[in-house]
């Protein structure tokens, strides 16, 4: 989402949609209402960041970003588990660029593999074109 896209796109998507997401969400919210307060009239929400929400959040990530703060962990040899990292992990702010970049890593393969097959299968001269107008269309969204 960062070049060739309307960088308002996230935001016209959901502005267009609202009550749609938070029906889409209340029962999110309200599974986390321990750990999240959401104030409907208002559209807002206040995420509790204590290191006790933070080890939930950490334990229900799925096994690889977990497997990642371990790695990312025991780079100095220690042999913790995952259990010992995630609550070293709840009281370090740091360990949310770990899953940050975590994600990135399991997104980019996908990602550039269906770039490649979207150019072989539309062509290169449509795949430019295609490109061209999504360059276009990012640039009027900057100017904005």
């Known amino acids: 989402m960062h070049v ?3 960088q308002n796109k996230v935001r016209n998507i959901v502005r267009a949609q609202t009550q749609e997401f938070r029906n889409l969400y209340l029962p999110v919210f309200k ?5 999240v307060l959401v104030d409907q009239y208002k559209g807002m929400g206040e995420q509790d960041t204590s290191p006790p929400a933070r080890l939930y959040h950490l334990s229900m990530l799925p096994k690889t970003l977990q497997f990642k703060l371990i790695k990312e962990f025991n780079k100095d040899r220690s042999n913790r588990d995952l259990e010992d990292v995630l609550h070293a992990a709840a009281h370090d702010s740091d360990s949310a660029d770990v899953i940050v970049q975590g994600i990135r890593d399991i997104v ?9 097959k979207g150019i072989l299968t539309a062509g ?3 795949s ?4 061209w107008s999504k360059l276009n269309k990012m ?3 900057l100017q904005r």
């Open 4 to 6: 060739g896209e309307d």
């Open 124 to 126: 290169v001269i449509k």
């Open 128 to 131: 430019i074109k295609y490109s």
């Open 31 to 35: 599974e986390l209402e321990e750990y």
């Open 139 to 141: 640039w009027k969204s």
């Open 108 to 116: 980019k393969i996908p990602s550039l593999t269906q770039s490649i």
